[in-house]
């Protein structure tokens, strides 16, 4: 069980980055939650199995049609053992 954590930069609020992420974390079966920032970053959390984690850290990179990713923090940190992926706000 692998987790990153993930803060996003760049034109990425308004563009429907955390509902693509969430769609692509459900797709792959990870847990965890992404959401908006008021610093107009998306931070999002990933567990699940490292093929799928990385996969989704990769999708960040890039981001939806529409957003402009101009760099990406990604840390590993413990897994917590969550369940479910949820999109907040």
């Known amino acids: 069980m692998e987790r ?3 803060i996003v930069r760049g034109f990425v ?3 429907g980055f955390r509902y693509a992420v969430g769609r692509a974390a459900r797709t792959r079966g990870v847990s965890g939650w992404v959401r908006n920032r008021s610093d107009g970053t998306v931070e999002a959390v990933f567990e699940g199995d490292a093929e799928d984690v990385e996969s989704l ?3 960040c990179r ?3 049609r529409g957003a402009v990713v ?3 923090d990604v840390a590993r940190e413990s897994a917590e053992g969550l369940t479910r992926f949820q999109v907040v706000g």
Request: aromatic share 6%; no cysteine.
């Open 62 to 64: 890039r981001g939806p």
């Open 4 to 6: 990153r954590h993930v």
């Open 57 to 59: 850290v990769e999708f």
């Open 13 to 15: 609020q308004g563009v």
């Open 70 to 72: 101009d760099g990406l």
